[in-house]
């Protein structure tokens, strides 16, 4: 079992960077695959960006591809993203997933709580 917990929102200009993390206590995080996800105000929470446990795979979302990056570090039981060329309607509470899996998951047994992050025009 495993127990997110995400840092690093904030308020960014339109076109700024923001790196989240989220740091997954438990001592089998790599059995993890992870994933994040965001959900704006009034809209549904939408799926962003996914990583297999070994890192040998990830997935994103269209609206974020070629902007958003997600990375892990096993030592640290951290995972990460990355996110430049920020625009107006990322702005969305963000959360990190896990799930026991060696793939890329359809769905998440563990969230966390969700952090913050508001991009200005």
């Known amino acids: 079992q495993v127990q997110p917990v995400e840092s690093g929102g904030g308020l960014v200009q339109a076109g700024g960077s923001l790196r989240l993390s989220c740091l997954a206590s438990?001592?089998?995080?790599?059995?993890?695959?992870m994933g994040w996800f965001r959900q704006a105000p009034g809209k549904e929470r939408e799926f962003v960006a996914a990583?297999?446990?070994?890192?040998?795979?990830?997935t994103y979302a269209d609206s974020v591809k070629g902007r958003f990056t997600i990375s892990r570090d096993n030592a640290k039981n951290t995972v990460y993203l990355q996110m430049n060329s920020l625009k107006p309607e990322d702005t969305a509470v963000y959360y990190c997933?896990?799930?026991?899996?060696?793939?890329?998951?359809?769905?998440?047994?563990?969230w966390g709580q969700g952090t913050q992050v508001t991009v200005s025009s």
């Open positions: 990583i297999s446990r070994s890192s040998d795979s990830t």
């Open positions: 438990g001592r089998t995080f790599s059995n993890y695959a």
């Open positions: 997933a896990a799930h026991h899996s060696p793939v890329i998951p359809t769905a998440y047994d563990y």
